[in-house]
């Protein structure tokens, strides 16, 4: 049975940064991509970023280029997210998601497996 958990969210000012983590169980990262989506109050759910455990391929969204970096560590099935510069339109509950990739960008793939989130508040 997959199962993600994520961790690492808090209370940050801004210009601060925080590393999320997401934890997987019932399956190895190693056919897997893993993405991290995240959703403000009153607006849709957006993709932030993804790998693709086989070659450690990666996709970020625009508002997050050159700030967040994504990474694994297969050893402990856990990825990671790094957040730098983190400034208020960040504020969210970040989820991670997994699903199976062969030969599927992370960004293409439709993630069917969720962790239940967790929050990352940005304010002064």
């Known amino acids: 049975q997959v199962q993600l958990v994520e961790s690492g969210g808090g209370l940050v000012q801004p210009g601060g940064s925080l590393r999320l983590s997401c934890a997987a169980s019932?399956?190895?990262?190693?056919?897997?991509?893993i993405g991290w989506f995240r959703q403000a109050p009153g607006k849709e759910r957006e993709g932030v970023s993804c790998i693709r455990s086989s070659d450690g391929s990666t996709w970020y969204a625009e508002s997050v280029k050159g700030r967040f970096t994504i990474s694994r560590d297969t050893a402990k099935n856990t990825v990671y997210l790094q957040m730098n510069s983190l400034q208020p339109e960040d504020t969210a509950v970040y989820y991670c998601?997994?699903?199976?990739?062969?030969?599927?960008?992370?960004?293409?793939?439709?993630?069917?497996?969720w962790g239940q989130g967790t929050q990352v508040t940005v304010s002064s």
């Open positions: 998601a997994a699903e199976v990739a062969y030969g599927t960008s992370c960004s293409s793939v439709i993630y069917e497996s």
């Open positions: 019932g399956f190895t990262l190693d056919d897997y991509a």
